[in-house]
């Protein structure tokens, strides 16, 4: 059985708790979804100058 992900109170606290553990203990990779984000559009540009 899978770990239960954390709820985060911000962005700071989620990146330390992901940089230190590994998702396969908490996401099944083999049930994850392709998925397709046509509207995304990048904020700087890539790569970086």
Known sequence: MKKRVPK???ED???EFWATRDSTDYVDWK???R???PELKT???W???
Do not use: D, G, Q, Y
């Open 8 to 10: 985060f109170k911000n």
């Open 13 to 15: 606290e989620e990146r």
């Open 31 to 33: 049930k994850a979804k």
């Open 35 to 37: 998925v397709v984000l």
């Open 43 to 45: 904020i700087s540009p």
């Open 47 to 49: 790569p970086p100058l």
